[in-house]
């Protein structure tokens, strides 16, 4: 990737008659000799080692390379005061140091602090520490992973942005970054390893806008419900649900004219400010429709979840919106299902104010290509209530599998009574309707959409106290009725005998990295019960157990949460979710013995007299 942008012609010349020049002819990006192998490019790291024996200390190490510590700077510093980079690197360029004698080991950090317009070289010292013994070992080893993670996760990619903007004049093209094929861990099904970067796939964000996500906690607990008919199954090796229960969310940043600006004089920074600005504008680039009126917003939230907040001039009826939308569905830490719609939406007034704090109001004035497609009111309303209608098995396969979708709009033809030139190809013609579709890509604008509007909503929440800021839209509802139990189903119906046994399904799923987990809700495994009756005795849940025990099988999901994202089985849109006992040790991380013993604990627990949930003393 480092080679075929260097070769790359640089776009911003001084004069338009300059001859033509490749990236590489106009930087310097190796700090080592043409000696006729590969070239060290943008190197990060230096390394100095001495006996211990020997007569030279530390003191000298630091003189050896201080030389080779600003040479390495400077390629960073160089790079980022080139004409045509735009881009803010936070804390500047970044350059460490590792020097050991013998067992003794010292880690440095170079940077640049300027000064009058004129660059200083800074070398500061960060840690000592002898690794003979068991802290100090573990210390450097802590600290070298650091430096790897931020080196492939950070770094890398900030310098390839860097190159790629010299080589357009398309500061939206220059902001979106694909798939490295060059760094090993992040290939095939190996996602990156730190969440806070993942937003970044994409896009730029601030880094104060990411945050541990806690808005996965429970937010109704059945258990709260004094009647809940199923409470009396929790115990300590698992619990029961009602499976017709479904929490639907929204969650969504809305700028308008009224209240763009006040979102961003909330940031100290304005490089902050304008780095997220360019982010919504890319993301609404990538993917979004043209609504009427912010109107449509209000309709939309309040059929998905019927309390729409009133909250005068969210937009002026007369300004269209442009919105990009993601429905995702998932079993939170609590056991309960939740299906969440959300939306990036900016008003064209609104529009405006992102291209000024974006600071390339110039060149977005002169691309012409921003014509995202158009989308009625009724349209987007019927697609809508096409997922509201889904059935209770359909939307409980779908919150197994983490499914993801998008809403977009699909040509379906040409109208025939549009004026047409048959020598002149025109999309003014063409009838287009909203679809839905899976949102499997996990280079999907949606992914980056999403990460950027939940980093927006940690922000601003509070504990348990949900936003009120005005460009935050944040509703939820839990729904009980109103759906079919399965397809085509009526009010009467029992389940035909060929899927008797789809009446109560057994779900394991664990919760990793997750502090603030409610309380007394660690139970890998779950009854959901899809019949509709949402009763039970103890003999139809053990009965049930059983049958799962007989069968060897079982269903598994995840349960959202901070999880390592490196791990294959944490993955949305999950391709399976059933499972034979024996296999659901690799993909659920709990071995058959083990699945067997919870079942038949959790079997002895039901029958035997109640037994409290706190911790024993």
């Known amino acids: 990737m480092f080679e075929k942008l260097l070769q790359e012609v640089y776009s911003h010349e001084e004069s338009e008659h300059s001859r033509p020049r490749s990236i590489e002819e ?36 630091e003189i050896q390379t201080s030389f080779p510590i600003k040479h390495a700077l400077k390629l960073q510093y160089d790079l980022l005061k080139t004409r045509g980079n735009t881009m803010d690197v936070p804390g500047g360029p970044l350059i460490w140091f590792l020097a050991n004698r013998g067992e003794d080991w010292i880690v440095y950090a170079g940077f640049v602090h300027e000064e009058d317009g004129r660059p200083n070289y800074w070398i500061q010292h960060l840690w000592g520490g002898n690794i003979t013994g068991l802290d100090g070992a573990m210390q450097l080893v802590l600290i070298v992973d650091y430096i790897l993670d931020w080196a492939r996760d950070i770094y890398r990619p900030n310098i390839l942005r860097q190159l790629k903007m010299l080589s357009s004049s398309n500061m939206n093209d220059a902001m979106t970054l694909g798939f490295d094929p060059d760094v090993y861990s992040l290939a095939g099904e190996v996602q990156p390893w730190m969440e806070e970067v993942e937003a970044q796939n994409f896009e730029l964000m601030p880094d104060e806008m990411l945050s541990p996500p806690q808005s996965d906690a429970a937010s109704v607990t059945h258990d709260e419900e004094p009647l809940d008919p199923l409470a009396r199954f929790k115990t300590h090796h698992g619990l029961v649900r009602d499976g017709r229960y479904i929490e639907s969310r929204v969650r969504a940043l809305f700028l308008t004219a009224d209240n763009a600006r006040t979102f961003f004089e909330d940031f100290d920074n304005p490089k902050k400010a304008m780095t997220l600005a360019r982010s919504i504008l890319a993301a609404l680039n990538r993917r979004c429709v043209v609504l009427e009126s912010g109107d449509v917003l209000k309709h939309i939230e309040d059929k998905w979840t019927g309390t729409e907040q009133q909250r005068p001039n969210l937009a002026r009826k007369e300004s269209r919106v442009y919105a990009q939308f993601r429905v995702s569905y998932y079993i939170n830490h609590a056991w309960e ?281």
């Open 26 to 61: 106009v930087l310097q990006v190796s700090i080592n000799p043409d000696n006729g192998g590969d070239p060290l490019l943008f190197p990060f790291l230096l390394l100095e080692a001495k006996g211990e024996k020997g007569p030279e200390n530390f003191e000298h190490m």
């Open 337 to 617: 299902q939740v299906r969440e719609l959300t939306y990036l939406a900016a008003s064209e007034d609104a529009r405006e104010t992102l291209i000024e704090t974006a600071d390339f109001r110039q060149v977005v004035r002169r691309r012409s290509r921003f014509n995202p497609p158009k989308c009625s009111r009724d349209d987007i309303l019927g697609t809508i209530e096409l997922l509201l209608k889904r059935s209770v098995r359909q939307d409980f396969v779908a919150a197994l599998a983490r499914r993801t979708f998008m809403l977009d709009i699909e040509s379906t033809g040409i109208d025939p009574q549009s004026p047409r030139d048959k020598f002149i190809s025109t999309s003014a013609g063409l009838i287009s309707k909203m679809v839905l579709k899976v949102d499997k890509d996990k280079k999907s604008p949606g992914v980056a959409m999403q990460e950027l509007v939940h980093a927006v909503y940690e922000k601003y929440r509070i504990g348990k106290r949900e936003p009120s800021e005005p460009f935050l839209r944040v509703s939820s509802r839990v729904d009980l009725d109103g759906r079919p139990l399965w397809r085509d189903w009526k009010a009467g119906d029992e389940l035909p005998k060929y899927e008797s046994h789809l009446d109560k399904v057994l779900v394991c799923a664990d919760v990793m990295n997750a502090p603030f987990l409610p309380k007394n809700s660690d139970q890998k495994l779950c009854m959901f019960v899809l019949d509709g009756k949402g009763v039970a005795e103890p003999f139809d849940i053990t009965a049930k157990l059983l049958w799962f025990l007989f069968k060897n099988e079982i269903y598994g999901t995840v349960r959202k949460g901070r999880v390592y994202k490196s791990r294959v089985n944490w993955r949305d849109n999950r391709v399976e979710h059933f499972f034979r006992m024996e296999k659901a040790g690799e993909l659920l991380k709990a071995s058959a013995v083990e699945l067997r013993s919870g079942i038949f604990e959790w079997i002895k627990a039901i029958n035997s007299p109640p037994e409290s949930l706190e911790p024993q003393v």
